[in-house]
């Protein structure tokens, strides 16, 4: 999972190209490098670090040309450094790549080149292809990428360019996303949208075996098989300012903070004015297909899956059809029992998680539907579903998700209650009660938002211990695992999620003086049983923070030593505000240990490898 830029016009490709890196940094940022046709040819500076990294190496010896291709990168094969950096070329050095995806066969295409006498100087599978490419080459780059890919196996999206013929730019995509940008005497390619659109509104989208030729001049569509192919220009109508920071530190911080807003946009439209009813229009599945669905799979990596469990809960009690949750990258290899009457949500933000997309593939064959829940119009996901709910929380740049994942219950509430409408499983009082308690959320976010500096306070005091755990019964402890994650992620403190009940059945032995233990407590119902199990951690000198719904809070304040009360709601939707101040502690807690929020260590936005 890398980033990939390219520009061929009559400007300076240098600025263009590293501008939309820094766009495309969020895909990966260990390693990042251009390579530009300038006066001596076809010449590449990379280097191993940050885009920052590069730009200086640039500032002092800068590239200068007009067609250029440029790549940030997020390790797979070989580790950071400068050699394994792209772009790659091969040994004439006339031909040069850059790649966002895995060449699976890479090792057998070596050996073959090798035999034929290519010399490798990387441990990427990307630098096979720019010497495949050159094997293939007889005259027309355009016919020796096609030559190539076809012997390729895996995921790809490609920018290839040739010092034999610097008047064309190749991209190819290949389950690896790739947009071409259309502008005027010059045009674009980037792996998505944010990277080109300070310079064009106008885009062609991939879809996966095609590709494109681009001059100065035009932009030629194709499949890999060469087949000319005409495809409608998609107009972008979205602002690159709502990609920006806004006044805050951090993106994190400021998607923490739009969440009111991406509450509200996610339900707008979709539940009727009178406050009765939740119908999603752009659904095409029938009422009486919904009539048929007999239990669903809700497939998803990472926090996205996290989102799943709490749709579970959601979907199982609104319209009493039975759930399974399955993590994206184990779904397709466990064989799950899938049938007609299974409906499969995929949920992602990006849309382009490839162990999600492969499950969403798995699933079709097996004859199920499939609904998506994703953020990104026109992602693969979105574009290879049958049904798309999208979450318009607008783009998310920060590697760990905030107002995707909340937008996410936000799509599963709305889900549950078009199902109980179909299939009227639930009394229309209920229903009522609960479409006023999500009207009521943004507002609800904003005051909890107010307190960030109670949370900071709290986050500073719990960033120096090494081990801490989260637990929580029913939806808290689905709430509990993301708190768990989100922390983890960009502190790099270890943290455990356990379900409240079970932590005496083992973990309970890690429990010592002073280990901060976090506990939800929002479900009336189950709020006796989980200050019970408080009490087994405070018992052995746990420090308690306590997370509980206004109503019992004063109760709950009696058996622990910090308490934040998040306003009263129905328990289902208690996620969608019991989770923002869990955010909040982990961003404080990264802060205090001096990390880089937005972009963690080892971590990438968009994972685009299986
Ligand atoms: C979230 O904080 C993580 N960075 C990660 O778990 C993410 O949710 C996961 O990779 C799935 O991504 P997706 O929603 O784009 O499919």
């Known amino acids: 999972m890398c980033g990939i830029v390219g520009y061929i016009g009559n400007r300076d490709s240098q600025g263009i190209l590293l501008e939309g890196l820094k766009k495309l940094e969020y895909r990966g940022y260990d390693s990042a490098g251009i390579a530009v046709f300038t006066s001596n040819g076809l010449e590449i500076k990379k280097s191993k670090g940050r885009l920052a990294v590069l730009e200086d190496k640039l500032k002092d010896d800068p590239l200068e040309g007009s067609v250029g291709i440029g790549h940030t990168r997020w390790a797979t094969h070989g580790k950071p450094s400068d050699v394994n950096s792209h772009p790659h070329t091969d040994n004439s050095s006339k031909f040069s790549v850059v790649h966002n995806g895995i060449v699976e066969n890479y090792l057998d295409l070596k050996d073959e080149l090798i035999a034929k006498g290519h010399v490798f100087v990387s441990e990427t599978d990307t630098e096979v292809i720019s010497h495949l490419v050159a094997d293939e080459y007889d005259g027309n780059i355009v016919e020796a990428v096609q030559r190539a890919v076809k012997r390729m196996r895996g995921a790809f999206a490609l920018g290839v360019l040739t010092e034999y013929e610097p008047e064309r730019l190749v991209a190819v995509r290949f389950a690896s996303p790739l947009v071409i940008g259309v502008g005027e005497g010059e045009n674009f390619i980037g792996s998505d949208i944010p990277a080109i659109l300070e310079h064009t509104r106008n885009v062609y989208i991939l879809n996966d075996g095609e590709m494109a030729v681009l001059t100065r001049g035009g932009v030629e569509l194709m499949t890999t098989d060469g087949e000319n192919i005409s495809k409608e220009i998609f107009h972008v109508d979205w602002d690159l300012v709502t990609a920006e920071k806004a006044g ?5 911080l400021k998607e923490i903070h739009e969440q009111p807003k991406a509450y509200r946009d996610t339900m707008l439209g979709r539940i009727a004015d009178d406050g009765k009813s939740v119908n999603l229009k752009e659904l095409n599945m029938s009422d009486e297909y919904i009539r048929s669905i007999r239990k669903v799979h809700i497939v998803a990596c990472g926090t996205a899956y996290h989102a799943g469990l709490v749709g579970k809960s959601v979907i199982e009690s609104l319209a009493r059809i039975p759930v399974e949750n399955d993590v994206a990258s184990e779904y397709r290899y466990r064989s799950p029992i899938i049938t007609p009457d299974t409906l499969v949500i995929v949920v992602s933000q990006s849309g382009e998680t ?42 998310e740049i920060a590697v760990a998700s905030t107002k ?55 986050a500073e005091s719990m960033a120096h211990h090494k081990s801490l755990f989260f637990i929580g019964r029913g939806v808290d402890y689905a709430v509990a695992q993301e708190g768990s994650l989100k922390l983890k992620e960009i502190s790099y403190i270890h943290s455990e999620a356990y379900a409240a009940g079970e932590l005496k059945h083992g973990t309970l032995a890690l429990i010592e003086e ?25 018992a052995r000198g746990a420090h ?43 961003y404080y807690a990264s802060l205090a240990l001096g990390h880089d929020v937005d972009k963690p260590r080892n971590l990438a936005k968009s994972v685009t490898v299986e």
């Open 404 to 458: 995707a994942y909340t937008s996410q219950l936000i799509a599963f509430y709305l889900f549950g209650l078009h199902l109980a409408r179909v299939l009227g499983s639930q009394e229309q009082s209920a229903v009522e009660e609960l479409i006023e308690g999500l009207h009521a959320l943004p507002e609800q976010v904003e005051s909890i938002l107010e307190q960030a500096p109670v949370l900071k306070q709290v």
């Open 544 to 586: 308690v923070l306590a997370i509980a719904n206004s109503g019992f809070e004063t109760e709950v304040a009696k058996s622990v030593d910090e308490i934040f009360a998040i306003p009263k709601t129905l328990p289902i939707l208690s996620p969608a505000l019991a989770v923002v101040p869990l955010q909040l502690l982990s």
């Open 354 to 395: 490839a162990d999600t997309l492969a499950a969403l593939r798995e699933a079709q064959k097996n004859g199920a539907r499939v609904l998506a829940i994703t953020n990104v119009v026109g992602s693969s996901v979105a574009r290879e579903a049958n049904d798309v709910i999208t979450t318009w929380a607008g783009p």
């Open 514 to 538: 002073g280990v901060p233990v976090i506990s939800l407590v929002t479900q009336e119902a189950l709020y006796e049983k989980t200050l019970s199990n408080i009490k087994e951690v405070k």
């Open 248 to 252: 805050f530190d951090h993106f994190m």
